[in-house]
C-alpha cells in the first residue's frame, strides 16, 4: 500500500486495529458465558465466517481464542496495543461508537486511581 493511501486509513480501521477491536468486542459479549457456552458461540461465529469467507473475522476468533490463554504472541500483541492507545482520545471516541453505553474502568481519567498510583 502506498504511503499516500495509508496516511488517509482513519485512526482505528486497518484490518490490524479490525482484528484488535474484534478480540475486544467478543471478550466483552463472552464474558459472562459458561466456557460450553462460549465454545458454542465461537463455533457458531467460526462457521459463519467459513461460509462467508470473512477471513477477517476468522482471524479474530483465531486471534481470541489464543489471547483468552493470556499469554503468547497474539495476547502480547493485543495487549500492547491496547496500553499503547489508552491515552488517545480518539481510541476512546471509537470506544464509545463501537461500545455504546458501555462504561470501562480502564479510560485514562480513572487508570492511575485503578492501578493505585493516585
Not at 478480540?23 to 458454542?40: A, D, G, M, Q, V
Not at 490463554?69 to 500483541?77: F, L, M, N, Q
Not at 458501555?102 to 479510560?107: A, F, I, Y
Request: glycine share 4%; aromatic share 12%; charged share 30%.
Amino acid at each position: 500500500m502506498p504511503l499516500e493511501q495509508r496516511e488517509q486509513t482513519p485512526p482505528y480501521l486497518s484490518p490490524q486495529d479490525q482484528i484488535q477491536w474484534g478480540i475486544l468486542f467478543l471478550t466483552r459479549k463472552l464474558r459472562n458465558l459458561s466456557p460450553e457456552e462460549r465454545e458454542h458461540c465461537l463455533q457458531e461465529v467460526w462457521k459463519w465466517a467459513r461460509g462467508r469467507s470473512d477471513l477477517l473475522c476468522l482471524q479474530m476468533v483465531r486471534d481470541y481464542r489464543e489471547c483468552a490463554t493470556a499469554s503468547g504472541p497474539t495476547y502480547t500483541r493485543h495487549r500492547d496495543w491496547f496500553w499503547r492507545n489508552r491515552k488517545d482520545p480518539e481510541f476512546w471516541a471509537e470506544w464509545d461508537r463501537r461500545f455504546p453505553g458501555l462504561e470501562t474502568r480502564d479510560k485514562p481519567n480513572t487508570l492511575p486511581a485503578h492501578l493505585g498510583l493516585e
